[in-house]
């Protein structure tokens, strides 16, 4: 049976290797690559996460089946300007194996409740372009697109140009 709990210092190395599966999949498409080097956490992954677990204003969720880890997701609080907070989900990953039968949805269900409980305005997640899965899930899970980000690339420096 599929649960989502919150995530314990014995997890780390799992969460890490999820954690590389997700870039993994994401490096394949538009903006994968730039969300690496910007967003994704860094490495050493170990550290990072053993890091985080317990940091106040985070939650750090796997998801199981049968009780094996077999996803996760992380999310922060957000302030506002005006002072209201916002949920923010920043990964969210469950492996291709176990995919379509609840992980996602347990996991998200925690988060959205750790962000009802902070008092939270709403809840913000992130899907690359093309990316078709994960918008369709965080569609199904009741988010709407609020924006778009645009990005252009630009050539190296020393360039044509200079």
């Not at 649960?3 to 997700?22: C, F, I, S, T």
């Not at 094996?68 to 957000?78: E, H």
């Not at 347990?106 to 902070?118: G, H, R, S």
């Amino acid at each position: 049976m599929e649960h989502a709990r919150v995530a314990v210092p014995g997890d780390v190395p799992r969460l890490a290797e999820l954690a590389r599966g997700l870039r993994g999949e994401l490096d394949t498409f538009r903006g994968g690559a730039l969300w690496s080097a910007r967003e994704a956490r860094p490495e050493p992954l170990e550290r990072a996460f053993a890091d985080r677990l317990g940091q106040r204003g985070t939650r750090t969720v796997v998801g199981t089946i049968d009780g094996q880890v077999v996803g996760f997701a992380t999310a922060v609080l957000a302030t506002l300007h005006d002072g209201r907070r916002l949920g923010v989900v920043e990964e969210i990953y469950v492996e291709p194996a176990a995919r379509a039968v609840g992980v996602g949805e347990a996991m998200v269900d925690d988060l959205i409740a750790f962000f009802t409980a902070a008092g939270c305005v709403g809840a913000d997640a992130l899907a690359l372009p093309g990316h078709r899965t994960t918008k369709n899930f965080f569609e199904g899970s009741g988010f709407t697109a609020r924006a778009l980000v645009m990005h252009r690339t630009l050539p190296p420096p020393g360039g044509v140009g200079e």
